[in-house]
C-alpha cells in the first residue's frame, strides 16, 4: 500500500473563522503502476490534497498513511523521509533553484537526506539523464538557461532523491507546447518503463485524456469522481464537473453532428489522427 486517506479533513485557521479546505476524503493509492490525474476547479481542494502526500500539511481530522507512516504522528516521530518516499513537484519549481551550479543543485536534495558527497552526485546525474540534462551543462549557472531547462533541472532535482511515488501540480504551467510534450514524456517514461506511480494535478483536460488512467475529481473540497478516465468523459452527469471536454473528443462529437462520423472516444490526438484516416478510408 503507497497512500491511504481515511476520513480526512483539513481546514486553514483563519484570524476569525476556519476556512474548509477538504473533507472527509477517503482514497487509497498503490505505492506502483498508477498514473492519477486529480483535476477540479480553482479552489476545490487539489493541493491541499497532495500536500498531506508527504506530509506538508497534517489532518485536522482524520488519518493518512504513507508508506505505513501514520499522520499526524505520534509525538517524537520523525516524517521528513516521507518526502523522500513522495516527491512533489510545485507549480514553477524553477522558482526554488538557489545553487551556484547545476550539478550542485540537484545534489542538494539527496544531501539533505545524509547521503555522502559521492552517493548526492550519482543520483544526481542520473536524475539529470533522465530529464536530458547533458553532462556539458553541470558547471553552468541553473540561472543563465532557458525557462525549460530551468524546469528540468527543478524537476530533477525531485528525482535525484528517487521518490516511490511522484506527484507533480501543474507541472507545465507557462511551458510552450513543445516543453509541455517533452516533459511529459519524461514522466510517462517513469511510470512505463519503472512502474512508477505519478499523480498529476492539471487544469489541462488534452493532458489528463492522454496521459492519465484513472482520475480523481474534487468539488468544494469532495471527491464527486474516482475511476477511469473513459468512465469520466462518458459521465451522464460530467457537466456537473465543471471541466472541460480534452480536444480530441470535442472534434469527435463536431464531427458525428455535423458530418455524420459515428462518435468513437479518442483520447489523444495520435489516436484522432489514425481514426479519422481510417474513416476517410473507409
Given at each position: 500500500?503507497?497512500?491511504?486517506?481515511?476520513?480526512?479533513?483539513?481546514a486553514?485557521?483563519?484570524?476569525?473563522?476556519?476556512?474548509?479546505?477538504?473533507?472527509?476524503?477517503?482514497?487509497?493509492?498503490?505505492?506502483?503502476?498508477?498514473?492519477?490525474?486529480?483535476?477540479?476547479?480553482?479552489?476545490?481542494?487539489?493541493?491541499?490534497?497532495?500536500?498531506?502526500?508527504?506530509?506538508?500539511?497534517?489532518?485536522?481530522?482524520?488519518?493518512?498513511?504513507?508508506f505505513?507512516?501514520?499522520?499526524?504522528?505520534?509525538?517524537?516521530?520523525?516524517?521528513?523521509f516521507?518526502?523522500?518516499k513522495?516527491?512533489?513537484?510545485?507549480?514553477?519549481?524553477?522558482?526554488?533553484?538557489?545553487?551556484?551550479?547545476?550539478?550542485?543543485?540537484?545534489?542538494?536534495?539527496?544531501?539533505?537526506?545524509?547521503?555522502?558527497?559521492?552517493?548526492?552526485?550519482?543520483?544526481?546525474?542520473?536524475?539529470?539523464?533522465?530529464?536530458?540534462?547533458?553532462?556539458?551543462?553541470?558547471?553552468?549557472?541553473?540561472?543563465?538557461?532557458?525557462?525549460?531547462?530551468?524546469?528540468?533541472?527543478?524537476?530533477?532535482?525531485?528525482?535525484?532523491?528517487e521518490?516511490?511515488?511522484?506527484?507533480?501540480?501543474?507541472p507545465?504551467?507557462?511551458?510552450?507546447?513543445?516543453?509541455?510534450?517533452?516533459?511529459m514524456?519524461?514522466?510517462?517514461?517513469?511510470?512505463?518503463?519503472?512502474?512508477?506511480?505519478?499523480?498529476l494535478?492539471?487544469?489541462?483536460?488534452?493532458?489528463?485524456?492522454?496521459?492519465?488512467?484513472?482520475?480523481?475529481?474534487?468539488?468544494?473540497?469532495?471527491i464527486?469522481f474516482?475511476?477511469?478516465?473513459?468512465?469520466?468523459?462518458?459521465?451522464?452527469d460530467?457537466?456537473?464537473?465543471?471541466?472541460?471536454l480534452?480536444?480530441?473528443?470535442k472534434?469527435l462529437?463536431?464531427l458525428e453532428?455535423?458530418?455524420?462520423?459515428?462518435?468513437?472516444?479518442k483520447?489523444?490526438?495520435?489516436?484522432?489522427?489514425?481514426?479519422?484516416?481510417e474513416?476517410?478510408?473507409?
Amino acid at each position: 500500500m503507497g497512500i491511504q486517506f481515511k476520513d480526512v479533513s483539513y481546514a486553514y485557521k483563519g484570524l476569525k473563522v476556519n476556512y474548509d479546505a477538504i473533507g472527509h476524503i477517503n482514497l487509497t493509492i498503490k505505492a506502483k503502476g498508477e498514473f492519477i490525474a486529480i483535476v477540479g476547479q480553482t479552489g476545490s481542494g487539489k493541493s491541499t490534497l497532495v500536500q498531506h502526500m508527504n506530509a506538508l500539511l497534517l489532518p485536522t481530522s482524520g488519518n493518512v498513511v504513507v508508506f505505513g507512516q501514520n499522520l499526524p504522528p505520534k509525538k517524537k516521530e520523525k516524517i521528513n523521509f516521507l518526502r523522500q518516499k513522495v516527491g512533489l513537484v510545485f507549480q514553477f519549481p524553477e522558482y526554488q533553484l538557489f545553487e551556484e551550479t547545476i550539478l550542485k543543485d540537484i545534489m542538494f536534495g539527496p544531501k539533505n537526506f545524509k547521503s555522502t558527497e559521492a552517493q548526492a552526485m550519482e543520483m544526481a546525474k542520473r536524475a539529470a539523464s533522465i530529464v536530458g540534462i547533458d553532462e556539458s551543462m553541470y558547471d553552468q549557472s541553473p540561472f543563465r538557461i532557458s525557462g525549460g531547462q530551468m524546469r528540468r533541472v527543478a524537476v530533477a532535482g525531485i528525482l535525484a532523491m528517487e521518490p516511490e511515488i511522484l506527484v507533480l501540480d501543474e507541472p507545465t504551467r507557462g511551458l510552450d507546447p513543445r516543453g509541455r510534450r517533452d516533459l511529459m514524456k519524461i514522466f510517462n517514461d517513469l511510470h512505463e518503463k519503472n512502474d512508477q506511480t505519478i499523480i498529476l494535478i492539471s487544469h489541462d483536460m488534452d493532458l489528463v485524456s492522454e496521459y492519465a488512467k484513472r482520475v480523481i475529481v474534487l468539488k468544494e473540497g469532495s471527491i464527486v469522481f474516482d475511476g477511469k478516465k473513459e468512465a469520466l468523459f462518458e459521465h451522464p452527469d460530467f457537466e456537473t464537473f465543471h471541466l472541460d471536454l480534452p480536444t480530441p473528443l470535442k472534434i469527435l462529437k463536431h464531427l458525428e453532428k455535423e458530418v455524420g462520423i459515428p462518435y468513437q472516444p479518442k483520447y489523444d490526438f495520435d489516436s484522432l489522427l489514425d481514426h479519422l484516416k481510417e474513416v476517410s478510408h473507409e
